[in-house]
Nanobody, 129 residues
Framework: QVQLWESGGGSVQAGGSLRLSCAAS????????MAWFRQGPGNEREGVAV????????TSSDSVKSRFTISQDGTKTTLYLQMNNLEPEDTAMYYC??????????????????????WGRGTQVTVSS
């Protein structure tokens, strides 16, 4: 089992920045992929970015690629999302997710298919124009 807690959300004006953190505890040694998802009002949950914890390779959605950066602390216990140049469309609940190492899917595929078994409760990000 892995437990995830997000923090760092808040309210900012367009163009501002926020840094989200996700603290992981439990059997973190077995984590293979860690990711950020978001769900805005009336929208489906969408993948924002994912990192392979073994080699730190990352994939981000096209809508955030030039503005958001996902990273981890190297111990699989803390995940970050640096968000710059925020837009009102980024307003959403942001969720941290993790999945054990598996040969069945790569981390990019997991992000697209939302195949993660561990989820946090989310942190709200609100961007005003």
């Amino acid at each position: 089992q892995v437990q995830l807690w997000e923090s760092g959300g808040g309210s900012v004006q367009a163009g501002g920045s926020l840094r989200l953190s996700c603290a992981a505890s439990g059997n973190t040694d077995f984590i293979g992929c860690m990711a950020w998802f978001r769900q805005g009002p009336g929208n489906e949950r969408e993948g924002v970015a994912v990192i392979d914890t073994n080699d730190d390779s990352t994939t981000s959605s096209d809508s955030v690629k030039s503005r958001f950066t996902i990273s981890q602390d190297g111990t699989k216990t803390t995940l970050y999302l640096q968000m710059n140049n925020l837009e009102p469309e980024d307003t959403a609940m942001y969720y941290c997710a993790a999945h054990p190492q598996s040969s069945r899917e790569g981390c990019s595929e997991r992000l697209q298919r939302k195949h993660f078994i561990y989820w946090g409760r989310g942190t709200q990000v609100t961007v005003s124009s």
